[in-house]
């Protein structure tokens, strides 16, 4: 099986066998805006990964998907609109290829083999370049009948409509911080750096947990979960003290204080998690 997740700077591919990642290849996105240079470059990363026939390649891709059709309806970081990656990887490699939204992906993974394996239900919330959501509903993924369920960091974080970024991801991303700070070369290092002890830099990221906080005790509070997992790169550089932040404002906004009980997960899986969730869709 072959998986691929394409993030919002970075693309991981990875073949799979028995639940676990036994050879991948790591590389930068080249040129986030233009659809066909990304999908040549995922079938070129392929390719030069495997060397045996390809009869299925599963996708994860950081954005709002369209699973029955292919097609990745928009990617924010990637500045992908109602594109067709499914069939245009399928065409070129003459395989099956499964799409899905990143963290949904990663959801899946951690649900069969990581943090969520004991669970019949899970939240995923991953934190990096952007911020994504992920459902998994009584053993089964959950898109809902639009087919966008676990939808979450485009979710509205700031009420005042003349605010210039009311959305959660542009608050409370990798992507959103560097906005705030206006440090457009800002990397996941410095913000675990500054940490504590960099005053600005401190500053908007307590003010993200706190949002992202809140956002997942809205999701709590709505569909009573036991269990929430967390991925993403700005969680696993930032660790405990981070998710520490998130958890605090979470058991002041979740309600009833009975969902107090709900369990933090941090991802076992790591990267691979969305590399194995879409590849045990694509081979299904």
Same mark, same amino acid.
């Given at each position: 099986?072959?998986?691929?997740?394409?993030?919002? =700077?970075? %693309? *991981?591919?990875?073949?799979?066998?028995?639940? +676990?990642?036994? +050879?991948?290849?790591? #590389?930068?996105? +080249?040129?986030?805006?233009?659809?066909?240079?990304?999908?040549?470059?995922?079938?070129?990363?392929?390719?030069?990964?495997?060397?045996?026939?390809? @009869?299925?390649?599963?996708?994860?891709?950081?954005?709002?998907?369209?699973?029955?059709?292919?097609?990745?309806?928009?990617?924010?970081?990637?500045?992908?609109?109602?594109?067709?990656?499914?069939?245009?990887?399928?065409? $070129? *490699?003459?395989?099956?290829?499964?799409?899905?939204?990143?963290?949904?992906? !990663?959801?899946?993974? #951690?649900?069969?083999?990581?943090?969520?394996?004991?669970?019949?239900?899970?939240?995923?919330?991953?934190?990096? =370049?952007?911020?994504?959501?992920?459902?998994? %509903?009584?053993?089964?993924?959950?898109?809902?009948?639009?087919? =966008?369920?676990? #939808?979450?960091?485009?979710?509205?974080?700031?009420?005042?409509?003349? !605010?210039?970024?009311?959305?959660?991801? !542009?608050?409370?991303?990798?992507?959103?911080?560097? @906005?705030?700070?206006?440090?457009?070369? %800002?990397?996941?290092?410095?913000?675990?750096?500054?940490?504590?002890?960099?005053? #600005?830099?401190?500053?908007?990221?307590? @003010?993200?947990?706190?949002?992202?906080? =809140?956002?997942?005790?809205?999701?709590?509070?709505?569909?009573? %979960?036991?269990?929430?997992? *967390?991925?993403?790169?700005?969680?696993?550089?930032?660790?405990?003290?981070?998710?520490?932040?998130?958890?605090?404002?979470?058991?002041?906004?979740?309600?009833?204080?009975?969902?107090?009980?709900? $369990?933090?997960?941090?991802?076992?899986?790591?990267?691979?998690?969305?590399?194995?969730?879409?590849?045990?869709?694509?081979?299904?």
């Amino acid at each position: 099986m072959i998986g691929v997740d394409i993030g919002g =700077t970075n %693309l *991981l591919v990875g073949t799979i066998n028995n639940g +676990k990642v036994i +050879k991948r290849t790591h #590389e930068e996105i +080249k040129t986030s805006g233009n659809f066909e240079l990304v999908a040549q470059q995922v079938c070129d990363a392929i390719q030069n990964l495997s060397d045996d026939k390809i @009869d299925s390649v599963g996708i994860s891709v950081a954005g709002s998907v369209d699973i029955e059709n292919g097609i990745v309806l928009r990617a924010q970081n990637l500045d992908w609109d109602n594109a067709p990656l499914a069939s245009y990887v399928s065409s $070129k *490699l003459q395989c099956k290829v499964v799409i899905e939204n990143d963290v949904t992906s !990663a959801a899946w993974g #951690e649900f069969n083999f990581g943090a969520g394996k004991e669970n019949s239900s899970i939240f995923a919330v991953w934190v990096g =370049t952007g911020i994504g959501g992920g459902l998994i %509903l009584n053993n089964s993924i959950w898109r809902g009948p639009l087919g =966008t369920g676990g #939808e979450f960091g485009m979710g509205i974080s700031e009420a005042n409509p003349e !605010a210039p970024a009311r959305v959660l991801e !542009a608050l409370a991303s990798r992507s959103g911080y560097r @906005d705030l700070l206006n440090n457009s070369t %800002l990397h996941t290092d410095d913000l675990a750096n500054g940490f504590g002890n960099d005053e #600005e830099i401190t500053r908007v990221l307590t @003010d993200g947990a706190t949002r992202i906080g =809140t956002a997942i005790a809205n999701a709590i509070t709505l569909l009573s %979960l036991d269990t929430v997992v *967390l991925g993403g790169g700005i969680i696993e550089a930032l660790g405990q003290p981070y998710i520490d932040l998130i958890r605090s404002q979470f058991d002041i906004d979740v309600f009833p204080p009975h969902c107090r009980q709900c $369990k933090f997960r941090i991802t076992e899986l790591g990267p691979d998690a969305g590399l194995l969730g879409a590849a045990l869709l694509a081979s299904t």
